[in-house]
């Protein structure tokens, strides 16, 4: 048999693969690439999240063509830039999985090059939200309340995402960050979390506040006891299983709204809210913008500038309701006076 037959049949076997399992093919491709393992945990968890949804539309990566690879992105509530990771994975799979087509047949070749591209009209910059120091205190009261008489996944889980909602409030990460922490990022001896990144250059530190640290020791222990495989700092499940950001979200809900939280606010506490809140907090204590950015992972000052300047109008705007408050309840009483003084001896 002609060699190029038999290289023929081997891509072709291998294509059958990823049609058939593209979870399994793709761990089976990542094993050969040289990622780090934080990186490889993040793309595993966006390839899943991608599989997912061609299950939903019933596409797979034979049939799957460039508006559906489009529309996929374009309904992530993500940012821009976060849209782009995905697209360069997909394209980069597709690029394997099709290596012996034309290029051209990748149909998520073309989008990340379109300028207007519906999926571009993602938001810059999540929306600049905080807890006030209410829900705050609140929030990290019931961190610590007892957790009560569960089960032992049920325990482990609950103790698992009290340290995640820790880490958001207390140490600024992202979810993609959260979901690839190893129980290695957290320093034991210091109040350290570091953040890994594919790009040595954008590896950092953040400044865990001390409730935090405090979380995150119960929560290392818990996981010890419980006995979880692998290195993930927050596993999805008992086997190790990575974190996606659904979960994370409903992990989050979950926490607010038990922390009694959840139902006085009229936008939602997402994980975008805690980080802000754990910015509000240092710019409260006096630190600078520019070390806030640093911990936030922010690339330019400005972005440290921009999310100083929200925070300041922020609290302008809860003093100013606050004072109300108090003006209103003031006039209360004042009523309630004047009404007992002319009422009936």
Not at 74 to 85: A, E, G, H, N, S
Not at 134 to 139: I, K
Not at 183 to 202: C, G, K, M, R, Y
């Given at each position: 048999m002609p060699l190029n037959a038999r290289t023929d049949d081997i891509f072709e076997r291998e294509r059958a693969s990823w049609y058939a399992d593209p979870v399994s093919a793709f761990d089976a491709w990542m094993a050969g690439q040289a990622f780090k393992a934080s990186s490889a945990n993040v793309y595993r968890a966006q390839w899943g999240l991608f599989?997912?949804?061609?299950?939903?539309?019933?596409?797979?990566?034979?049939?799957?063509?460039?508006?559906?690879?489009?529309?996929?992105?374009?309904?992530?509530?993500?940012?821009?830039?976060?849209?782009?990771?995905?697209?360069?994975?997909?394209?980069?799979?597709?690029?394997?999985?099709?290596?012996?087509?034309?290029?051209?047949?990748?149909?998520a070749r073309f989008i990340a090059q379109d300028g207007e591209a519906p999926w571009r009209d993602a938001r810059e910059n999540e929306p600049t939200g905080f807890l006030s120091h209410?829900?705050?205190?609140?929030?990290?009261?019931?961190?610590?309340?007892?957790?009560?008489?569960?089960?032992?996944?049920?325990?482990?889980?609950?103790?698992?995402?009290?340290?995640?909602?820790?880490?958001?409030l207390g140490g600024g990460v992202k979810t993609g960050e959260a979901a690839a922490l190893t129980?290695?990022?957290?320093?034991?001896?210091?109040?350290?979390?570091?953040?890994?990144?594919?790009?040595?250059?954008?590896?950092?530190q953040t400044r865990l506040a001390p409730f935090a640290v405090a979380l995150l020791?119960?929560?290392?222990?818990?996981?010890?006891?419980?006995?979880?495989?692998?290195?993930?700092?927050?596993?999805?499940?008992?086997?190790?299983?990575?974190?996606?950001?659904?979960?994370?979200l409903r992990s989050i809900d979950a926490v607010t709204l038990a922390a009694g939280i959840a139902d006085s606010r009229v936008a939602r506490a997402s994980p975008q809210t805690l980080r802000n809140t754990f910015a509000a907090d240092r710019f409260e204590s006096g630190t600078v913008p520019e070390q806030v950015g640093q911990w936030l992972g922010f690339q330019q000052d400005i972005s440290a500038h921009r999310l100083h300047r929200a925070w300041e109008r922020w609290k302008g705007e809860e003093i100013r309701e606050r004072d109300l408050a108090h003006a209103k309840h003031d006039a209360s009483l004042a009523d309630e006076r004047s009404a007992g003084k002319s009422g009936p001896e």
């Open positions: 599989v997912e949804w061609l299950d939903v539309k019933r596409v797979n990566l034979k049939t799957v063509d460039r508006p559906a690879i489009e529309q996929f992105v374009t309904q992530l509530d993500i940012r821009k830039p976060q849209r782009v990771r995905y697209l360069r994975l997909i394209e980069r799979v597709l690029d394997h999985v099709r290596q012996i087509e034309l290029a051209s047949t990748n149909p209410n829900e705050r205190a609140a929030l990290v009261a019931y961190l610590f309340s007892p957790i009560g008489d569960l089960s032992a996944g049920q325990r482990w889980r609950e103790s698992r995402d009290r340290a995640l909602v820790g880490v958001f129980v290695s990022s957290f320093d034991w001896n210091q109040p350290w979390l570091t953040i890994e990144a594919s790009n040595s250059a954008l590896i950092r020791d119960q929560w290392i222990s818990e996981r010890k006891t419980a006995g979880l495989p692998g290195d993930l700092l927050f596993p999805s499940t008992a086997s190790g299983r990575i974190m996606h950001k659904a979960t994370m």
